[in-house]
């Protein structure tokens, strides 16, 4: 019996900090924020059930309908920007480049900075007064117009921008790995019957990569809804609610605007995105692991 | 684009594919540096030039005197004091919970892969899907037990938050990694007489040297450029420099010292940098290890 011949006492006292975190943390406050989220809690927590109430209130909130509606522009163009590059790069650099971890080192540095960091440093490239602009301008094309920073219908392109310049590279290093892991044959065999290198990458070595890249886009999925000091160093959320996002909208609300019970609605919300959006990925990749070692 | 042969010579001619490659990746290359170029000579250029508005020119001369203030000078506010408060405080901050969290994790994957107590496959589940909910919903609570306890707004206080939430992958990390570690291992050291301690201590932990390097740069990282907890739970007198950054440029009164403000920001990312340019492969071992098996 393998519980006598390895006595668990001691392993069982080894893992009890982190039950005690499960169970407190993960568990518990998860079911306080989202017991309070029925609640009419403003700035101290109240147990006065109003039901659906502060959900109702949430989804007629034009600061977070717009943050919701930036998070989805936000997200599909910096998870796709990330894939997209990340992809293209690592293929580049599959080409037996010289210099290759020069390039790798130039692509994958941004990622080692923190999001502030970023945030800070494009809001200064894109300064319309001091930045990009005036320096084009200065060189002699005086109707040059980047200015989106403080345009409200292009600000949230920003984001994506600098978002991508971060995270770009996580995707190069990852499907780089992935590209490694093709066999020289594969690659002979193809080259022999004359399919172009292109129609290679995209017929042979892409649907080999979908372990990658799935494992790379649930990454940067994660980091969208997560998505906070990005925006809070950049653009604060403005111009107007231009860059309003979830995370920021909850934030405000739990600890400046002190309404307790509609941040907990919101952080709600956000958890059952995270479930929408992680849980088919997981059953699919699980469903496709189950087939792969049934046909083995 | 002729041969690709993994052991035969680099191609030598020149073929349009080849300069369109290059030209590719220098061009992206030019799309990551900018924005490091453009730090380095604002910090050293005078207000004076700054406002000019030619970013991208070189600067005059070179003016370390906005790194000085940076460091010892810039202002929060009416607090005039750079962000080497913020630096000290990221570092008390990010040593223990580095520590605290990577011994921990070890000991979790350790006690899961080769000890398996009742209800290890739950607490593993439990705490795999709690490391994808978003840190929002825990946020609340987590400040109330935090004052009750009396941690709230102290150094403590944050290293038990990073610890808390780092769990998951550090976890993650060292049980995939004492998967991969053959039984026998673990079975000669039973038969030798070694408890769960001395097993730990003395195999499992000198033999998962690199996990612990790995781990402790990607927590390192992870935990110097967080802004989040470092927010909610320091207070106002232990912020860290990312919290401390972040009010020195937007929240200057007058006119903003952009020279000042980029010193600060590359001070900020110094040490992530530094990091990732000695540690190399050791870095993306870190960040694609978690990935994975997720």
Redesign the interface.
């Known amino acids: 019996m393998p519980s006598t011949r390895r006595r668990p006492i001691a392993a069982t006292a080894a893992l009890a900090p982190t039950w005690v975190v499960v169970a407190v943390v993960y568990v518990g406050t998860m079911i306080w924020s989202i017991s309070m989220s029925f609640t009419d809690s403003t700035l101290f927590p109240s147990s006065n059930y109003v039901g659906f109430a502060q959900y109702a209130k949430l989804f007629t909130t034009p600061k977070w309908l717009a943050a919701l509606r930036n998070e989805v522009v936000f997200g599909t163009l910096y998870v796709s920007g990330c894939l997209v590059l990340g992809f293209l790069l690592a293929a580049a650099l599959d080409r037996r480049v010289r210099f290759e971890s020069v390039f790798r080192t130039i692509f994958l540095y941004p990622y080692a900075m923190s999001f502030v960091v970023t945030g800070l440093i494009w809001q200064w490239m894109l300064n319309p007064t001091l930045g990009i602009q005036a320096n084009v301008r200065a060189l002699g094309w005086d109707g040059f117009l980047f200015n989106w920073i403080v345009d409200r219908d292009m600000a949230i392109y920003t984001i994506v921008i600098a978002g991508i310049w971060q995270g770009a590279g996580l995707v190069m290093v990852m499907v780089l790995a992935g590209m490694r892991g093709i066999s020289a044959e594969q690659w002979k065999a193809a080259l022999i019957d004359g399919i172009p290198v292109w129609r290679i990458y995209a017929s042979i070595v892409l649907p080999q990569l979908r372990a990658s890249l799935t494992a790379a886009g649930m990454i940067l999925a994660m980091g969208v809804i997560k998505t906070y000091d990005l925006v809070v160093a950049m653009t604060g959320g403005g111009p107007g609610n231009a860059t309003e996002v979830p995370a920021k909208f909850i934030m405000d609300n739990l600890f400046q605007r002190q309404n307790l019970g509609l941040a907990a609605a919101g952080a709600t919300v956000l958890v059952l995105t995270v479930i929408v959006v992680v849980v088919p990925i997981r059953y699919a990749l699980h469903v496709r692991g189950a087939r792969r070692s049934a046909a083995q | ?1 002729t041969t ?3 052991n035969g010579p ?2 030598a001619r020149i073929t349009a ?1 080849r300069v369109g ?2 030209a ?2 220098l061009a ?2 030019l ?6 170029y ?2 380095l000579v ?1 910090s050293v250029k005078t207000m004076s030039e ?8 070189l600067p005059a001369g070179l003016d370390w005197s906005t790194w000085q203030t940076a460091w010892s000078g810039a202002c929060m506010g009416l607090q005039c004091v750079g962000v080497r408060v913020g630096f000290w405080n990221s570092v008390r901050i990010t040593l223990p919970s580095v520590a605290l969290s990577v011994l ?1 994790g070890a ?2 994957g350790y ?2 892969s080769f ?6 496959t739950l ?1 593993f589940g ?2 795999m ?2 490391g ?11 400040v109330r ?1 935090m004052a009750v306890t009396g941690l709230y707004g102290s150094i403590t206080g944050v290293v038990v938050v990073h610890v ?1 939430f780092g ?1 998951p992958l550090v ?1 993650l990390l060292f049980r995939n990694y004492f998967m991969g570690v053959p039984d026998e291992l673990y079975r000669a050291a039973r038969v030798d007489g070694a ?3 001395r097993i730990f201590f003395e195999v499992m932990l000198p033999i998962s040297i690199p996990m612990v390097v790995v781990a402790s740069i990607f927590q390192f ?1 992870g935990i ?5 907890f470092s927010l ?1 739970f320091a207070g106002t007198d232990n912020l860290p420099m ?2 401390q ?2 009010n020195i ?2 929240t200057t009164m007058g006119e903003r010292a ?1 020279n000042v ?2 010193a600060a ?1 590359i001070l ?2 110094l040490v ?2 530094a ?3 000695l540690s ?1 492969r050791w ?2 071992s870190g ?2 290890a978690g ?2 098996k ?1």
């Open positions: 684009m690709v042969n993994p680099r191609p594919g490659l290059y590719f990746l992206v290359a799309f990551f540096l900018v924005p490091l453009v730090m604002t700054i406002r000019q508005g030619q970013i991208f020119a921990l000991l979790n006690a899961l000890w398996r107590p009742k209800g290890s607490l439990v705490l899907a709690g994808l909910i978003p840190y929002q919903i825990f946020l609340y609570p987590l037990m808390i769990l976890t408890g769960f301690w990282t110097w450029n967080d802004f989040l909610v990312t919290v950054l972040n440029v937007n952009y403000n980029m920001t900020t990312a992530p940098l990091i990732y340019f190399g870095f993306v960040i694609t990935a994975v997720g």
